[in-house]
């Protein structure tokens, strides 16, 4: 089948169903010069991630965390909404699509324009105080980092810090001297910091977990869009769509854990599909 056709059939469903929920993952963002987390065979690349546990009883692994994210933010913080963003928010502005679910946390979407939309585990732009609970820009953290630990401030040319950042801002990068680095504290009580982020073996707010499967049982058909949907916070919406006799379509390039539930899947880049279908 050509893609001109699939793109028609595309088209057909966004006009056939009136409640689109539309589940987005990391994908769509490559465009926008953010690395994918696995491959064409939905296999994760490189090292595993930080634990969310280990994150916060181990001052060691705090220090090799903000190391990293100090070489893998300004990827995401120089990035900007690529077409397929622009086009989700125009299809949600004309009706064709209802809501956004992403498990993206590059905060692209709000920036392209989408307004119902739930960042299912959280935005990197923010680090939260786990004593005080008060939300820092993750800018104004980068600064802070960059004036602390002067020897490990990018000199490569135009910002490209390190050639392996990751899509959570994280980094592929090994520094020697991890005992050395500063970490960063709350300006407000001087407590710990975190990305506002959920981290690998962490849970969802039960509140944001609620909101969005109200919005997956509210829908009629789901979308996916640049997703593998092998972590299972991605995957349940598929397999609840289906469950529940809902169409699944989906813009992906490779292999899907919910392959098997699909009816119509289109093998391209989101970039290229998603302003088609405007």
């Known amino acids: ?24 993952g990391a994908g769509l963002s490559t465009a926008s010069g953010i690395p994918d987390y696995r491959d064409k065979d939905g296999v994760r690349r490189g090292r595993n991630p ?9 001052e060691a692994v705090r220090r ?3 190391a990293r ?3 893998g933010y300004p990827t995401l913080a120089g990035a900007s909404p690529n077409a397929g963003h622009h086009a989700l928010a125009e299809l949600e502005s004309a009706g064709r699509i209802h809501a956004i679910i992403t498990q993206n946390v590059d905060g692209l979407h709000t920036r392209a324009g989408s307004r119902k939309l739930i960042e299912l585990h959280g935005n990197i ?10 939300v820092h ?6 600064h802070w980092l960059a004036e602390a630990n002067p020897s490990l401030v990018p000199t ?44 690998f073996g962490d849970n969802i707010p039960p509140q944001r977990t609620a909101e969005a499967l109200q919005w997956a049982d509210e829908a009629d058909a789901v979308l996916v869009v640049g997703s593998s949907l092998m972590v299972f916070s991605g995957y349940r919406f598929a397999k609840l769509a289906a469950q ?27 970039v290229d599909v998603l302003p088609l279908l405007i």
């Open 1 to 24: 089948m050509n893609l001109n056709h699939q793109i028609d059939q595309l088209s057909t469903f966004l006009h056939r169903h009136q409640r689109v929920l539309v589940l987005t």
């Open 50 to 58: 930080i634990q969310g546990p280990d994150f916060r009883k181990s």
């Open 64 to 66: 090799r965390y903000w």
């Open 69 to 71: 994210s100090m070489a």
């Open 125 to 134: 732009h923010g680090v939260v105080c786990l004593d005080c609970r008060t």
């Open 137 to 142: 820009p993750r800018a104004e953290i980068q």
């Open 156 to 199: 490569g040319p135009a910002g490209e810090v390190v050639p392996e950042a990751r899509p959570d801002g994280d980094a592929e990068v090994e520094l020697d001297e991890f005992q050395d680095f500063q970490l960063p504290y709350c300006a407000a009580c001087g407590g710990t910091l975190q990305p506002d982020v959920i981290f």
């Open 244 to 270: 529940a006799n809902k169409p699944i379509a989906a813009i992906n390039i490779g292999k899907t854990r919910a392959d098997d539930l699909i009816g119509l899947k289109v093998e391209a880049s989101a």
